[in-house]
């Protein structure tokens, strides 16, 4: 079955100026935010009615909130769970895992603290999380579009990866990673349950720190920390799956892989998917893997031949880091040249590849974080790009694609 969406978008907009000002006039900064003031919340909901009408304009799909409501992509989650406490000033690189790629690079940018979110009790889910963002997001639609819209959540393993070896959890709260993950996956399979109930049927899991595995950094870090890379990475497989356990079948979940996108294009890392792409694609029991494809620090294609039919792939080929507009053709050749290796490995032809398995986005978001955006990216050129990724689908699939 095709993937939702033939022309997706990421989730993260960029933020308009009077929400930017806002949040600063709030000192809403920080990464992990519980509750915004009233007055915030009024000036988001008008950004987002705002967004939403021009993605309606625009024809571009699935419909997001552009992650207006929080900081950054992961804001929002942990810190609304019952047993979850913000750790706001955990100390750079000491309070995190051995060369930890992130924290290598905010340590060479001059960054002395990064906050985390700790489990000091058990974890728990008393109110859905993301309910407000999606009344919010479907008020603004009639219900018959609801299914046209999708909304963003960060990985399950985000915190316990970060954070230096066995930190993640209080020793009275937690003794072992799989009673850790226990509790927090159950969160995840309630907060699924609670917005399904109220509509919502697509949902993306943001784990760039997946492709860490991928570094040599990361990995001499797990041998200094006396850490299994390959256990760990079995460990984190595991806990994904545990929160697609039991989900309804028409609610679609994907996860999105890239290679990080900070402020003025900064990335984390580079490198091809080789290393992990078998067991990801053949373990994790996501429907779509959205995979940053842009520019050749995601390496070529080569690792796509691991996809087993029945699953799908989202090309983000677009670059929103890049300000200079693709050309539509080049694009359309490298979505059949991906079309090509996945074929080889599935023993099928690129025309059944392109119909049954492949969209294509933007590699990533528009602003992973409120002030961040590629360097030079203005709204005109995002809605550009954005309109880009429409015309490819278009062009690949038929006029009437979204």
């Given at each position: 079955?095709?993937?939702?969406?033939?022309?997706?978008?990421?989730?993260?907009?960029?933020?308009?100026?009077?929400?930017?000002?806002?949040?600063?006039?709030?000192?809403?900064?920080?990464?992990?935010?519980?509750?915004?003031?009233?007055?915030?919340?009024?000036?988001?909901?008008?950004?987002?009615?705002?967004?939403?009408?021009?993605?309606?304009?625009?024809?571009?799909?699935?419909?997001?909130?552009?992650?207006?409501?929080?900081?950054?992509?992961?804001?929002?989650?942990?810190?609304?769970?019952?047993?979850?406490?913000?750790?706001?000033?955990?100390?750079?690189?000491?309070?995190?895992?051995?060369?930890?790629?992130?924290?290598?690079?905010?340590?060479?940018?001059?960054?002395?603290?990064?906050?985390?979110?700790?489990?000091?009790?058990?974890?728990?889910?008393?109110?859905?999380?993301?309910?407000?963002?999606?009344?919010?997001?479907?008020?603004?639609?009639?219900?018959?579009?609801?299914?046209?819209?999708?909304?963003?959540?960060?990985?399950?393993?985000?915190?316990?990866?970060?954070?230096?070896?066995?930190?993640?959890?209080?020793?009275?709260?937690?003794?072992?990673?799989?009673?850790?993950?226990?509790?927090?996956?159950?969160?995840?399979?309630?907060?699924?349950?609670?917005?399904?109930?109220?509509?919502?049927?697509?949902?993306?899991?943001?784990?760039?720190?997946?492709?860490?595995?991928?570094?040599?950094?990361?990995?001499?870090?797990?041998?200094?920390?006396?850490?299994?890379?390959?256990?760990?990475l079995t460990l984190?497989?595991?806990?994904?799956?545990?929160?697609?356990?039991?989900?309804?079948?028409?609610?679609?979940?994907?996860?999105?892989?890239?290679?990080?996108?900070?402020?003025?294009?900064?990335?984390?890392?580079?490198?091809?998917?080789?290393?992990?792409?078998?067991?990801?694609?053949?373990?994790?029991?996501?429907?779509?893997?959205?995979?940053?494809?842009?520019?050749?620090?995601?390496?070529?294609?080569?690792?796509?031949?691991?996809?087993?039919?029945?699953?799908?792939?989202?090309?983000?080929?677009?670059?929103?880091?890049?300000?200079?507009?693709?050309?539509?053709?080049?694009?359309?050749?490298?979505?059949?040249?991906?079309?090509?290796?996945?074929?080889?490995?599935q023993g099928r032809?690129?025309?059944?590849?392109?119909?049954?398995?492949l969209g294509v986005?933007?590699?990533?978001?528009?602003?992973?974080?409120?002030?961040?955006?590629?360097?030079?990216?203005?709204?005109?050129?995002?809605?550009?790009?954005?309109?880009?990724?429409?015309?490819?689908?278009?062009?690949?699939?038929?006029?009437?694609?979204?």
């Amino acid at each position: 079955m095709a993937p939702p969406f033939r022309a997706e978008q990421i989730g993260s907009l960029l933020r308009p100026e009077e929400l930017l000002k806002a949040r600063a006039s709030s000192d809403l900064s920080k990464s992990y935010v519980p509750v915004l003031p009233e007055e915030v919340k009024r000036i988001t909901c008008e950004a987002i009615a705002s967004a939403v009408q021009k993605q309606e304009s625009l024809s571009i799909r699935p419909f997001t909130s552009g992650e207006y409501e929080r900081h950054i992509f992961y804001g929002g989650f942990f810190e609304n769970l019952e047993g979850m406490e913000i750790m706001p000033e955990l100390p750079i690189p000491s309070g995190f895992r051995t060369d930890f790629p992130t924290v290598l690079t905010l340590q060479q940018l001059g960054v002395k603290f990064r906050p985390g979110v700790v489990a000091t009790g058990k974890i728990r889910h008393v109110k859905s999380v993301y309910g407000e963002e999606w009344e919010v997001l479907k008020g603004l639609l009639p219900e018959s579009k609801w299914k046209e819209c999708k909304l963003t959540m960060p990985s399950p393993t985000w915190q316990h990866m970060q954070l230096a070896k066995g930190t993640a959890y209080t020793p009275s709260a937690y003794t072992t990673d799989e009673s850790y993950f226990t509790d927090l996956t159950a969160a995840y399979r309630a907060e699924f349950h609670s917005l399904y109930t109220s509509g919502l049927r697509s949902i993306q899991i943001d784990d760039p720190n997946l492709t860490f595995f991928l570094t040599e950094s990361f990995l001499s870090g797990c041998t200094t920390d006396n850490i299994d890379p390959s256990a760990l990475l079995t460990l984190y497989i595991a806990a994904h799956n545990s929160i697609l356990a039991s989900r309804p079948k028409d609610l679609h979940v994907g996860i999105h892989l890239c290679r990080g996108n900070m402020k003025d294009s900064t990335h984390v890392m580079s490198g091809s998917y080789e290393g992990i792409a078998k067991r990801l694609f053949t373990e994790l029991e996501y429907d779509t893997f959205y995979l940053e494809y842009d520019s050749e620090r995601a390496g070529d294609f080569e690792p796509l031949r691991h996809l087993p039919i029945g699953k799908n792939v989202v090309l983000g080929v677009v670059s929103s880091k890049e300000t200079e507009l693709e050309d539509l053709g080049d694009l359309e050749k490298r979505v059949w040249e991906a079309a090509g290796v996945i074929a080889r490995g599935q023993g099928r032809s690129r025309e059944v590849v392109v119909r049954e398995v492949l969209g294509v986005s933007p590699q990533c978001g528009f602003a992973s974080m409120s002030q961040g955006g590629g360097k030079g990216m203005g709204m005109e050129r995002m809605w550009e790009k954005l309109v880009l990724v429409r015309d490819l689908a278009r062009r690949i699939w038929g006029e009437e694609a979204v």
